[in-house]
Structure formats: C-alpha cells, structure tokens
C-alpha cells in the first residue's frame, strides 16, 4: 500500500457520499462512516470529523492486514468495514448510518420482515438485525457479517443501518431504501401489525428485480 492509495477522485466520492448521508437525513453531525474498496485495501472515512470539512487527505487507507495509512485516525468502524470485504468479494462500497427509522426498529432488536416486496432489494425475503456488540469491536464485525449473509444491507441492534453495493452510489441507494422501508414499517406497526408475504411470493419479486430498470448497453 502506498500514500496514493486511492484517486483523489475516488477520495472525493467517499466525501460526497458521506456529506450524501446527511443530506438525506440518513445521519446527523458526524454519526456513520463510508468506505470503498481499492483494490486489496480500502478507503474510509476519518473518526470524529465533520463531513462537510473533509478533505482528500482526511481519508484514510486500510490494507487488508490492517495496516493504516494517512495522517487521520480511520473511523472506528473500520474493523466491521474489513470483515465484510473480506466475507462479500462482490461488495465493493459500504455506508453506515444511525438514520432515524431504522435506528429506532434496531433499538428494538427488530429487524424488518416482508411486509411490502421492496425488502427483496436488500437480497432477501427479510432484513435482518445483526445482535448487539459494543461498536469499533470484532464482535461487532463479526455480528455484522453474520447478518449480511445473502443480503446487501442489515440493522445493527442499538446501532443503526449498514449497506453495501457494487458502487458507493449503489450502497447509498439501498440504504436509502432501507430506512424509507423502516420509516413505512414503523408508521404500520403504529396501526398494526402488517401481513407479510410469503417466501414464495419474495423470491418471485426477487426474480423480477433481475429484469428491473434499464438494460446495459455496450
């Protein structure tokens, strides 16, 4: 690993993304954290900085044995960031947030079930809540993995939301459609307790994500 680690393009992206977070409302202040992977290292954001103040330098390079590069010291969540790259070759971005909805069902050691079909775009027929573990911990690492298997994003119980995606603009979007998901489940769960689909019907809906939007063309 170098001190170029990472395009200073690729640097401001990840900054973008996590100012992204809180424009959306998916954090507040300097809560969550954002990585990319870069070839067997990644990069991610520093610890306790404002978002809006960060600079390319700020972020922080992270090879696969943990080595540390940059003047910063990397987010504490760093060691969750490695597991799941090294669990998910596919998964090349990740944000995690303490956005409010999901937050709230995670503080309830709840996940969310398929109680509408857009659950599916998480991977699955659910979104799991990884069980607690004090944060920056390999436990913490460890519980999260478990409850990412077979799905892009999970709760993190008295934690928030974590998603990862090909792209950090793909991680940012299914996380944004987790915590419209979590927001709706818990505006149900204020009437009632919704019905759910059935596993059947979810990997039906699974199917039909895989001819959704607009063809690749070359």
């Known amino acids: 690993m170098t001190r170029t680690t990472g395009s200073l393009e690729v640097r401001r992206q990840v900054i973008e993304t996590a100012q992204a977070l809180n424009a ?32 390319a330098d700020d972020i922080v390079a992270i090879a696969a044995d943990g080595a540390v590069e940059g003047a910063r010291t990397p987010s504490s969540e760093w060691p969750m960031h490695r597991a799941i790259y090294a669990a998910r070759p596919e998964i090349a971005a990740i944000v995690h947030a303490h956005s409010p909805f999901a937050t709230a069902l995670a503080c309830l050691d709840r996940g969310i079930p398929a109680f509408h079909y857009m659950v599916a775009v998480a991977g699955g027929h659910d979104v ?8 920056g911990t390999p436990e913490l690492a460890r519980n999260a993995v478990a409850a990412l298997d077979g799905r892009r994003a999970c709760l993190l119980a008295h934690h928030g939301l974590i998603a990862g995606g090909t792209t950090l603009e793909h991680a940012l979007a299914v996380a944004v459609d987790i915590e419209a998901l979590a927001e709706i489940y818990c505006r149900a769960l204020a009437i009632g307790e919704p019905t759910l689909l059935d596993d059947e019907e979810m990997a039906r809906v699974r199917r039909q994500f895989g001819h959704y939007g607009q063809p690749q063309r070359v």
């Open 24 to 55: 959306l409302h998916l954090n507040r202040g300097k809560a969550g954290n954002v990585s990319v992977r870069v070839g067997d290292a990644f990069l991610v954001t520093p610890s306790g900085m404002a978002y809006d103040a960060l600079a």
């Open 128 to 135: 799991r809540c990884a069980a607690y573990a004090t944060f």
